[in-house]
């Protein structure tokens, strides 16, 4: 009965948001109450496990993801995504522009969310697909692949964050964005691989035609709509600063001490938390904003992305929530034991993240349920150690990308956007984010057998 009420915990959830369409903070919330109702759990603790793992994930990164959020938006709306893509291109040439597409996807996704990134940057992909005589749908799905791998593995994508979160590696944000970037450069050469079958291959709605500007959102803006645009440094200081940092905080961290416990190492550790890293990444993000009243746009943006932040930050918390719930039951034991016997290993994050995906759509639910899911199971399935709980996030996220179709909203905008009917998105696009989760997983479960 222990696994049978862990499924049906886990149908309700991909029910209640792929069927009732209930929002997922309400649904994990309703969720961890489920699990204390099914296992038994003492009624006088229950309200106190949910308040404290809502609150306990939220004080580790809530504020990280509300500065990683409102840089983006502000990378979004002064150009400065744009300029990015731009000086890439510039960067590599022409020769190889499916690579091109793919490497200035995996760029500009480190900051923005996959969706807006593909809207910024359809015309600039459309002019180029033009301008270099390749297909559009092949550089589409270039673009898409290098923005969904990003968006999965690397912070300060909250996804990853809040996955960092709840396998207790809020501390060390450093090794998961190292091991994030090269999980993702195997991830985006899956993708421009794929996307290279489709070079001959043109977009088969014609009645798309008109529908970028159709379903482009009211405050979203395209490269046409800019004034002046801001130097390629400005635009890159906000994201690269904080990256570097927090990797040099977590190099000063290791327990060798390369750098030796003396004022240097200290003010490294003080200034790479992940925390200090992005408010420092925040305030040069307001070096972007120009014009008159800058004090009050600053504001506007800080405002904005407060809105756009909640839904994560209620997502994240709710999934703290459900995953602290699961640790007073015996389900850890018990699975542990039963996983350790299958020898799943490091395919068990992995399988339930891409039936989570896959079900319901979402990614970011995919990551933090997953992940709240698993934490309790680490010891059993031998990722306890640093390194593995590093390399359980790269997992969990090469199932939230497995696969992208018609119940995940970034299906519609690459597809709409590119002007593909759904049969040549599913072809193309969903077959896409497939490969790139099953050859993600692989190369993780090969870091494993090297370094576990």
């Given at each position: 009965m222990i696994v049978f009420w862990l499924v049906l915990t886990i149908l309700f959830i991909i029910f209640a948001t792929a069927k009732l369409k209930w929002h997922p903070f309400l649904v994990l919330i309703l969720s961890a109450f489920l699990v204390a109702l099914f296992y038994q759990v003492p009624l006088d603790t229950v309200a106190k496990t949910i308040s404290d793992g809502f609150g306990g994930i939220l004080g580790?990164?809530?504020?990280?993801?509300?500065?990683?959020?409102?840089?983006?938006?502000?990378?979004?709306?002064?150009?400065?995504?744009?300029?990015?893509?731009?000086?890439?291109?510039?960067?590599?040439?022409?020769?190889?522009?499916?690579?091109?597409m793919s490497i200035v996807g995996a760029v500009v996704s480190i900051p923005v969310f996959c969706d807006s990134g593909f809207i910024i940057l359809n015309s600039l992909k459309e002019s180029l697909a033009e301008r270099l005589k390749v297909s559009s749908v092949a550089m589409s799905i270039a673009l898409a692949t290098g923005l969904y791998a990003t968006h999965t593995f690397v912070p300060p994508t909250p996804g990853p964050i809040a996955a960092a979160g709840n396998l207790g590696l809020e501390s060390n944000l450093g090794l998961v964005i190292m091991v994030g970037v090269v999980v993702t450069a195997v991830a985006v050469l899956a993708g421009w691989l794929w996307s290279n079958r489709f070079l001959n291959v043109e977009p088969?709605?014609?009645?798309?035609e008109n529908a970028p500007a159709a379903t482009l959102p009211d405050n979203l803006k395209t490269r046409d709509d800019y004034g002046s645009m801001p130097s390629a440094t400005k635009a890159f200081l906000p994201i690269i600063v904080p990256i570097v940092l927090i990797c040099l905080s977590s190099f000063a961290n290791f327990p060798t001490a390369p750098l030796g416990e003396g004022?240097?190492?200290?003010?490294?550790?003080?200034?790479?938390?992940?925390?200090?890293?992005?408010?420092?990444?925040?305030?040069?993000?307001?070096?972007?904003?120009?014009?008159?009243?800058?004090?009050?746009?600053?504001?506007?943006?800080?405002?904005?992305?407060?809105?756009?932040?909640?839904?994560?930050?209620?997502?994240?918390?709710?999934?703290?929530?459900?995953?602290?719930?699961?640790?007073?039951?015996?389900?850890?034991?018990?699975?542990?034991?039963?996983?350790?016997?299958?020898?799943?290993?490091?395919?068990?994050?992995?399988?339930?993240?891409?039936?989570?995906?896959?079900?319901?759509?979402?990614?970011?639910?995919?990551?933090?349920t997953t992940s709240a899911m698993v934490a309790p199971l680490l010891g059993q399935i031998g990722l306890d150690s640093e390194l593995g709980r590093v390399?359980?996030?790269?997992?969990?996220?090469?199932?939230?990308?497995?696969?992208?179709?018609?119940?995940?909203?970034?299906?519609?905008?690459?597809?709409?956007?590119?002007?593909?009917?759904?049969?040549?998105?599913?072809?193309?696009?969903?077959?896409?984010?497939?490969?790139?989760?099953?050859?993600?997983?692989?190369?993780i479960w090969l870091l494993t057998l090297v370094f576990i």
């Open positions: 580790y990164i809530g504020l990280v993801i509300v500065f990683g959020t409102i840089i983006g938006l502000i990378l979004e709306k002064t150009g400065a995504a744009i300029v990015m893509a731009e000086t890439v291109i510039d960067f590599l040439g022409p020769r190889f522009p499916t690579l091109t088969d709605n014609i009645d798309a004022l240097l190492a200290d003010i490294l550790i003080f200034i790479g938390n992940p925390l200090t890293a992005l408010l420092i990444g925040l305030f040069l993000s307001f070096l972007l904003i120009n014009g008159k009243e800058k004090t009050q746009q600053v504001s506007e943006a800080i405002s904005q992305g407060l809105v756009v932040a909640a839904p994560i930050l209620l997502i994240t918390g709710a999934g703290g929530a459900f995953g602290a719930m699961l640790k007073v039951t015996p389900i850890g034991d018990y699975l542990g034991t039963t996983l350790s016997a299958l020898g799943l290993g490091i395919f068990m994050p992995f399988i339930v993240s891409a039936a989570l995906k896959t079900a319901q759509g979402s990614t970011t639910v995919a990551l933090v390399f359980c996030v790269m997992a969990i996220g090469a199932g939230a990308m497995t696969i992208s179709h018609a119940n995940d909203s970034f299906f519609w905008i690459v597809s709409q956007f590119s002007r593909m009917s759904v049969a040549q998105a599913y072809k193309a696009h969903s077959m896409a984010t497939g490969i790139q989760g099953i050859t993600s997983i692989l190369f």
